[in-house]
């Protein structure tokens, strides 16, 4: 984290005091704009029905989360009666499980977007876009997530935006200009010779790829992300085939963990994808076309699959109100049930997976839909609940931080009515959400009251 967490949280202070001078109620302010409060040392205790543990797979009935300030504290299912003065938030018989991760999204971006209309929006227009975004995606249930691929540094922008607590939104890792060929996936190819444009991300052989690593890190990328075969969202190349050499995605991935950062690819060919893993990427993103020898690869790697689903199911339903270039349609008539034989495939046989969505090829804030999608090809209720918490956390590095309700991490949580490992779709419509300590959301007990014994 290049800012910390609490860096601003005298700014945040001085903003919430000036707003209960001018509204008010400092209660009813929090509840009314979401923002909360966000005094540093307040302890709140949170009781729920049962908290689901991703590291065990397992339910804890009746928990008890003491939470300070912004970390957890302890978890148990003690009664609270020693903490006096401590905010009590009872959510009944409701679920807690850790706040959700998503490793791959477009925050700065929307779907529909990928044509020629694109062409018009600025980097600041799309900072402010995934202002929104994130403000969208941390009230689905989403406390992180990494956002892959975004011209400008826009998200570099909202990732300080959001730790500066100037909006709301998921702890943010983004990787700014995505690494490509030229004329690949990760340039843009819209426009004819005679404007000579490149996407920012743009580098052709080992020295300019290494140079490239270079500046996105220079400019604030968390993550490096490349393109290491054609896609869908982009004209007049080809997902069948790889794009960077084995070579230069050599040099890309030594350089990038050199310098302390992982990286994410964009993989659709069978090629592309063993190339990447035997090049040491850290996750394949989609990951389309993997084949038993590429399987067996990523096994031996400890490589993590992003898979990617529920836009596949999304896209299916809504892609011809779309109004998409045709070379999109084409491209994805091919891709999408290749892509649902494939995942199904490494699922079975137990290929690590870390919860991605391509958020911003649909609907910001859908992400919930990506648990039932893995689980219609074959991963549990568990496994889904645990890609989406526990490895995306270890696929950021972050598993001292987030991705399990555990003393010592972050606050933050989410909470559903019911079981949702009876009905995973439950996991589509989250009713509380809490991050760092501040409640965003809170649908099942409303405003809190002070802790008394249970
Ligand atoms: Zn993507």
Redesign the pocket.
């Known amino acids: 984290m290049r800012v910390g967490i609490n860096g601003y949280g005298w700014f945040r202070r001085v903003i919430f005091a000036a707003c209960v001078l001018l509204f008010g109620n400092a209660n009813s302010f929090a509840q009314n704009t979401l923002l909360g409060d966000t005094k540093s040392a307040q302890t709140v205790v949170v009781r729920a029905g049962r908290l689901f543990d991703p590291v065990t797979g397992r339910m804890l009935d009746r928990p008890v989360i003491v939470i300070v300030g912004n970390k957890i504290n302890s978890v148990s299912n003690r009664n609270p009666s020693s903490i006096a003065g401590a905010t009590l938030i009872d959510l009944g018989d409701a679920t807690l499980l850790p706040g959700f991760i998503d490793v791959?999204t477009?925050l700065t971006s929307d779907a529909g977007g990928g044509g020629y209309e694109s062409l018009g929006i600025s980097s600041p227009r799309a900072a402010l876009i995934g202002a929104k975004n994130a403000r969208l995606t941390l009230l689905a249930g989403f406390t992180a997530v990494r956002n892959?691929?975004a011209e400008g540094y826009s998200d570099v922008a909202l990732r300080d935006a959001i730790n500066a607590g100037d909006v709301i939104g998921p702890r943010m890792q983004v990787s700014g200009p995505p690494l490509g060929i030229t004329g690949g996936h990760c340039d843009n190819s819209l426009l004819p010779f005679e404007f000579h444009h490149s996407a920012e991300g743009v580098a052709d052989g080992p020295e300019a790829v290494m140079h490239r690593v270079r500046e996105v890190i220079k400019y604030g990328a968390d993550v490096v992300k490349f393109c290491a075969s054609g896609g869908v969202f982009s004209k007049g190349d080809n997902p069948l085939l790889e794009q960077y050499s084995p070579e230069e995605m050599k040099v890309l991935v030594e350089e990038s963990h050199r310098l302390g950062r992982k990286v994410a690819t964009?993989a659709h060919s069978a090629v592309s994808i063993k190339d990447a893993v035997r090049a040491g990427v850290d996750s394949i993103?989609h990951g389309i076309f993997l084949d038993d020898e590429g399987i067996a690869l990523m096994k031996e790697h400890n490589t993590f699959l992003v898979p990617?689903s529920y836009p596949l199911f999304w896209f299916e339903e809504h892609a011809p109100q779309m109004h998409l270039p045709p070379w999109v349609m084409e491209k994805s008539a091919i891709i999408i049930p290749a892509a649902k034989k494939n995942m199904a495939t490494a699922f079975r046989a137990g290929v690590r997976v870390a919860l991605g969505t391509?958020a911003g090829?649909y609907p910001h804030g859908q992400n919930g839909g990506e648990f039932w999608s893995m689980v219609e090809l074959g991963l549990t209720p568990t496994q889904a609940l645990q890609s989406g918490t526990v490895n995306a956390a270890e696929l950021m590095g972050w598993t001292d931080r987030i991705g399990a309700i555990r003393e010592g991490t972050f606050a933050d949580m989410v909470a559903v009515k019911g079981d949702p490992l009876s009905d995973i779709r439950l996991l589509e419509h989250v009713q509380f959400v809490m991050k760092d300590g501040v409640v965003y959301k809170n649908e099942i007990s409303g405003p809190s009251a002070t802790a008394q014994p249970r």
Request: hydrophobic residues 20%; proline residues 0%; glycine residues 12%.
């Open positions: 791959h477009h892959v691929g964009h993103e990617t391509d090829v």
